[in-house]
Structure formats: C-alpha cells, structure tokens
C-alpha cells in the first residue's frame, strides 16, 4: 500500500512585542524576508485576539488559495486593505 498523505507542516510562533513595531513599520517586506529565512514556511503570529500565518512555500499557498480555498476567510484586515 502506497502512503499518500501529506505530512501537515509544522509552525513555528514568533512573539511580535511592541519592541518591534518600528522594525515593521520601517521596512515590513524585510521583516517578512527575515522571519522566512529564519524560522521556516510556516509562521505564526500570536496577537492576542487574532491569529496570523505567514506561508512561505508555494505548496502551502497553492493549498490555501487555490486548492482548498473554500476553508480559508480572506475577510482580514490585511486583505481588505490590499484589495
């Protein structure tokens, strides 16, 4: 029997203190680099309320927008806001 399930990527969670808003504001795009490059595909953000995750894999993201699209609210702040 051929083993065809995908193993589930594990996620590493990154403490956004209030230390580091103006390493956000001041260049968000290498905050996003940085946090890839050192904590892998898959991160998330506690921020209190709210869950955030950064995909870094093109796996990953074909899977949350393309595959399984349906089980994923892009109703966000963030989408909304770049829409």
Same mark, same amino acid.
């Given at each position: 029997?051929?083993?065809?399930?995908?193993?589930?990527?594990?996620?590493?969670?990154?403490?956004?203190?209030? =230390?580091?808003? $103006?390493?956000?504001?001041?260049?968000? %795009?290498?905050?996003? @680099? +940085? #946090?890839?490059?050192?904590?892998?595909?898959?991160?998330?953000?506690?921020?209190?309320?709210?869950?955030?995750?950064? =995909?870094?894999? $093109?796996?990953?993201?074909?899977?949350? %927008?393309?595959?399984? @699209? +349906? #089980?994923?609210?892009?109703?966000?702040?963030?989408?909304?806001?770049?829409?």
């Amino acid at each position: 029997m051929i083993d065809t399930a995908v193993s589930k990527p594990t996620c590493k969670a990154v403490n956004l203190s209030p =230390l580091r808003i $103006p390493e956000i504001q001041g260049n968000p %795009l290498a905050f996003l @680099q +940085r #946090n890839a490059a050192e904590h892998g595909d898959f991160i998330h953000y506690p921020l209190g309320l709210w869950e955030v995750f950064q =995909l870094n894999h $093109p796996d990953l993201i074909e899977h949350v %927008l393309v595959t399984n @699209q +349906r #089980n994923y609210s892009k109703n966000t702040v963030q989408y909304n806001t770049l829409a």
